[in-house]
T-cell receptor, first 117, second 112 residues
Framework: DVKVTQSSRYLVKRTGEKVFLECVQD?????MFWYRQDPGLGLRLIYF???????EKGDIPEGYSVSREKKERFSLILESASTNQTSMYLC????????????????FGDGTRLSIL | GQSLEQPSEVTAVEGAIVQINCTYQ??????LSWYQQHDGGAPTFLSY????GLEETGRFSSFLSRSDSYGYLLLQELQMKDSASYFC?????????????FGGGTRLMVKP
């Protein structure tokens, strides 16, 4: 079974702090994703990475950056945390589309509930 | 851009059948997926339709009509454990179809 592990389940930080959210997957997946989840808005993609050091902006990248130095690890960085970044953050990984079939499902971690005070 | 519409809440009784609809607008299209998420849990993959028609997996089925930009998830013989949020998601032409755009989710409540 694919395991996607997020470093913290709950996190409380202060406005202006630099915040790091870490995600590790153990299935050698090329694709990794960071989403934020807010009630009624579903999952919104922040950033996507398809290989080490490669990244693409998602729908809501403002205020965030990412780092992928190793294939198994994908970090989300809040450069200067603000209260409107209080949310649930979900990491996911998958094989590339087309590898072994036209669909490669995304496998999610349990999420980090981040509160910015 | 991409957008998906699905009902925000559905309520049904144990043993019944429920259908959760999803309509989408997207540039390019590589398929419609469904994910389930229990409260406090991670979203998990349920079903995928790349072509028109019905896909069946046990008590769950998913349908797609590409000409209507429409799909649905059908849950039969509902059980209490099916109470969860269900998300439809489209795989579109962005980044060779590797990215998903999710709907807002449908919260299903199953009552005894």
């Amino acid at each position: 079974d694919v395991k996607v592990t997020q470093s913290s389940r709950y996190l409380v930080k202060r406005t202006g702090e630099k915040v790091f959210l870490e995600c590790v997957q153990d299935m050698d997946h090329e694709n990794m994703f960071w989403y934020r989840q807010d009630p009624g808005l579903g999952l919104r993609l922040i950033y996507f990475s398809y290989d080490v050091k490669m990244k693409e902006k998602g729908d809501i990248p403002e205020g965030y950056s990412v780092s992928r130095e190793k294939k198994e690890r994908f970090s989300l960085i809040l450069e200067s945390a603000s209260t409107n970044q209080t949310s649930m953050y979900l990491c996911a990984s998958s094989l590339p589309r087309g590898q072994g079939g036209s669909n490669q499902p995304q496998h999610f971690g349990d999420g980090t509930r981040l509160s910015i005070l | 851009g991409q957008s998906l519409e699905q009902p925000s809440e559905v309520t049904a009784v144990e043993g019944a059948i429920v259908q959760i609809n999803c309509t989408y607008q997207t540039s390019g299209f590589y398929g419609l997926s469904w994910y389930q998420q229990h409260d406090g849990g991670a979203p998990t993959f349920l079903s995928y339709n790349g072509l028109d028609g019905l896909e069946e997996t046990g008590r769950f089925s998913s349908f797609l009509s590409r000409s209507d930009s429409y799909g649905y998830l059908l849950l039969q013989e509902l059980q209490m454990k099916d109470s969860a949020s269900y998300f439809c998601a489209v795989r579109d032409e962005n980044n060779a179809g590797n990215m998903l755009t999710f709907g807002g989710g449908t919260r299903l409540m199953v009552k005894p």
